[in-house]
């Protein structure tokens, strides 16, 4: 009973993302970086400090192919200190997480929780090297790691919690979409361009899936239970036969099939959920380049999966595109 009634105000509260940023801010408005900036990040060596789930050679293969910025290193997560790089040498990308606590007049509880591979740069003043914001990829997460950050006694804005690096906590965290998610920051920084992730757009280029199959990753398929704030399993019937309302051919594929599929460079397209509860990103990128050709940015309170009017809006968006 408490988890469910837990589950009943976290539904309210958890942001947690699928997306990228390249502000100096990740909510509200955005906020440009300045060229000071990119060009100062650009004179530095990125320290990436990744999830155990793949190796070395993984994410160098990665990394080798789409992150042209700034020499790179690679370090694991139990060797890495802070203090070692707390310079103007480097950069760090790590993943991390948030969690605010909040208490209602009558001493309730309620959480507001992120997840994300933050991009950060050192600078100095008066005497102390400070942080400055330049990327967030913001993960979806699988209700594990909610579970257990929510049950975690820290009540700090800052959670140290070692699964992101060990386990398999979010539906978007895998080689393929970590490459197309690295090649458009990679690109933004390198041509000094900022961006910002809550708004809607279609380009001329998503025409092509009217003779091209959307590939459309199993994770989509799960059906979120608002009431117990648990991921369904997948396959779910409504999701699968709200997905046959897509005018065009589309398969449905393993998630690591498709990762596997964006590691090859294969020129195709899929299709990118992530939910936050009162938010939905649907995404279609092109697997090669990493160009998100369609975004839906929808919020509303209790959007807690895709919905029948997400699908008709992409086949309107399709038919736009084609004209």
């Known amino acids: 009973m408490k988890k469910l009634l837990l589950g009943l105000v976290l539904l309210l509260t958890i942001q947690s993302y699928g997306q990228i940023s390249v502000s100096k801010k990740h909510q509200g408005k955005l906020k440009k970086i300045d060229i000071?900036?990119?060009?100062?990040?650009?004179?530095?060596?990125?320290?990436?400090?990744?999830?155990?789930?793949?190796?070395?050679?993984?994410?160098?293969?990665?990394l080798k192919e789409v992150w042209t910025v700034t020499p790179y290193k690679i370090v694991n997560y139990k060797d890495y200190k802070e203090s070692e790089y707390k310079n103007e040498k480097y950069s760090v990308a790590i993943l991390a997480g948030l969690k605010k606590t909040f208490e209602n007049?009558?001493?309730?509880?309620?959480?507001?929780?992120?997840?994300?591979?933050?991009?950060?740069?050192?600078?100095?003043?008066?005497?102390?090297?400070?942080?400055?914001?330049?990327?967030?990829?913001?993960?979806y997460?699988?209700?594990?790691?909610?579970?257990?950050?929510?049950?975690?006694?820290?009540?700090?804005?800052?959670?140290?919690?070692?699964?992101?690096?060990?386990?398999?906590?979010?539906?978007?965290?895998?080689?393929?979409f970590l490459k197309n998610y690295l090649q458009k920051i990679n690109e933004l920084i390198t041509n000094n361009q900022s961006f910002w992730m809550y708004k809607s757009y279609s380009k001329p280029k998503l025409k092509e899936l009217?003779?091209?199959?959307?590939?459309?990753?199993?994770?989509?398929?799960?059906k979120f239970n608002a009431l117990k704030g648990e991921d369904g399993k997948v396959e779910n019937k409504e999701i699968l036969e709200l997905l046959k309302i897509y005018k065009y051919k589309y398969k449905i594929i393993d998630?690591?099939?498709?990762?596997?599929?964006?590691?090859?460079?294969?020129?195709?397209?899929?299709?990118?959920?992530?939910?936050?509860?009162?938010?939905?990103?649907?995404?279609?990128?092109n697997a090669k380049t990493g160009e998100v050709v369609y975004k839906e940015y929808k919020a509303g309170l209790l959007n807690y999966n895709i919905k029948e009017k997400n699908i008709k809006s992409l086949n309107k968006a399709i038919v736009k595109s084609s004209k």
């Open 105 to 139: 007049s009558k001493g309730g509880e309620w959480y507001k929780i992120r997840f994300f591979l933050k991009l950060e740069m050192f600078y100095k003043k008066k005497g102390k090297y400070k942080t400055k914001k330049i990327a967030k990829i913001f993960f």
């Open 141 to 176: 997460p699988k209700d594990e790691i909610v579970w257990d950050v929510i049950a975690s006694e820290t009540k700090d804005e800052k959670v140290l919690n070692t699964k992101w690096f060990t386990d398999d906590v979010y539906f978007t965290y895998n080689r393929g």
């Open 255 to 285: 998630d690591e099939i498709l990762s596997d599929k964006i590691i090859d460079n294969e020129d195709i397209y899929y299709l990118r959920y992530s939910r936050i509860v009162t938010e939905r990103f649907i995404e279609i990128v």
């Open 36 to 62: 000071e900036t990119f060009n100062a990040f650009k004179k530095t060596t990125t320290v990436f400090v990744l999830s155990d789930l793949y190796d070395y050679e993984a994410y160098d293969n990665v």
């Open 210 to 222: 009217t003779k091209r199959i959307l590939y459309i990753p199993m994770y989509v398929t799960s």
